[in-house]
């Protein structure tokens, strides 16, 4: 592509990142994609992130936010300063390989319904898997439970081709995920109550509600760190439980809210009891709060026109079936053989 194609803002969410700034913008500035800007959108970081930016990098663009506001907020706040034609919300601790922008934005100029797009995403430290925040392109499951072409659950496929075609998906990552700007803010863009995990998974939702489509791009190719920002505990258990159900109040119609509701609710309860006896005793804290705060959250945001919704399965990405069952019980470990088995595709 050339400098008339569409312009691009790489949106780079940092907060104490430094280490993953000094390691991997370069690899971004040195993206073969001639119209584009990078910008780093700083959360208020308490490290010398942003003294780093402005010594070693002057040409990257800086939004300075006045507090951590979280990855929905801070992409918010960010993106409503920035006018182009697509954004990229890329983590710090995203290794970009050069030709990486092309495929996707050609693709979603290509095929207009297509708003939402991502690249093919491996492990940093094992470049030959598939990395656990979006794979090859996410999907979900009938009770809302997310997984990824190469990724369901904690099982991690090795990248041998066999997802390398475009494809829609129900979600896109967002580790790195391509968007058009004027969708961003059609639909609102990110909610802003989840604060971090899943924020994504429920904007595409919200997209394809809006009648568009997402879509995974595997030309291109990026390498993520993972867990970068945010690591494994107590808080994040909360949010992942919580914005889950958060997200299914959000968007199901109401007659799957008043029985898929419940039942995930009795398999999160089931999930609480096994912690317990494992001895993780901040994990059933955890999600006891976060159905605390899930009545909290009903009690003053429910949705008004639940019963409007399209049903899922009229969704991209979407599995027919329980993914819990597919895997914990019937022992399938990988997409293929879930999605080929229980779609019946």
């Known amino acids: ?70 990855f929905a907020g801070g ?44 690249p093919k995403i491996l492990a940093w430290n094992e470049k030959d898997h598939f990395e656990y925040a979006g794979a090859a392109g996410g999907w979900i499951d009938y009770l809302g439970y997310p997984f990824a072409r190469g990724r369901v659950f904690t099982t991690l496929e090795a990248d041998n081709n066999q997802y390398n075609n475009n494809v829609p998906v129900f979600w896109a990552s967002g580790a790195a995920m391509f968007i058009k700007a004027a969708v961003y803010h059609e639909v609102g863009g990110l909610d802003e109550y989840f604060f971090a995990h899943q ?84 994990s059933y804290k955890a999600i006891w709060q976060a159905h605390r705060a899930v009545r909290e959250w009903k009690r003053t945001h429910r949705p008004q026109q639940a019963a409007a919704l399209l049903p899922m399965a009229k969704l991209d990405g979407v599995l027919q079936a329980s993914l819990v069952i597919a895997y914990f ?5 990988r997409f293929t053989e879930i999605i080929s088995q229980e779609n019946n595709t």
């Not at 993520?224 to 889950?244: A, Y």
């Not at 019980?329 to 470990?333: F, T, V």
């Open 75 to 118: 992409y918010n706040k960010a993106l409503q300063q920035v006018q182009s034609d697509y954004y990229v919300l890329l983590n710090s601790d995203v290794e970009v390989t050069p030709g990486w922008i092309e495929p996707v934005i050609e693709w979603l100029q290509l095929h207009p319904q297509y708003v939402v797009g991502q």
């Open 199 to 282: 924020e994504e998974i429920d904007l595409c939702w919200r997209i394809q509600l809006a009648g568009y489509k997402v879509a995974c791009c595997p030309a291109s190719v990026v390498y993520h760190v993972g867990g970068g920002t945010l690591p494994k505990g107590h808080r994040k258990t909360l949010l992942n439980f919580r914005n889950n159900l958060v997200m299914l109040l959000k968007n199901l119609p109401a007659n799957e809210q008043r029985w898929k509701i419940p039942l995930r609710i009795a398999l999160d309860h089931v999930f609480a009891l096994k912690c317990i006896a494992a001895g993780d005793i901040e």
């Open 1 to 70: 592509m050339t400098d008339s194609s569409p312009e691009v803002a790489i949106v780079i969410l940092n907060y104490n990142g430094k280490k993953f700034l000094e390691r991997f913008l370069p690899h971004v500035l040195a993206s073969t994609y001639g119209n584009k800007r990078v910008i780093v959108a700083d959360n208020a970081s308490a490290d010398d992130s942003v003294a780093f930016v402005r010594a070693q990098h002057p040409g990257v663009e800086l939004i300075l936010l006045p507090e951590n506001y979280g």
């Open 329 to 333: 019980l019937k022992g399938k470990k």
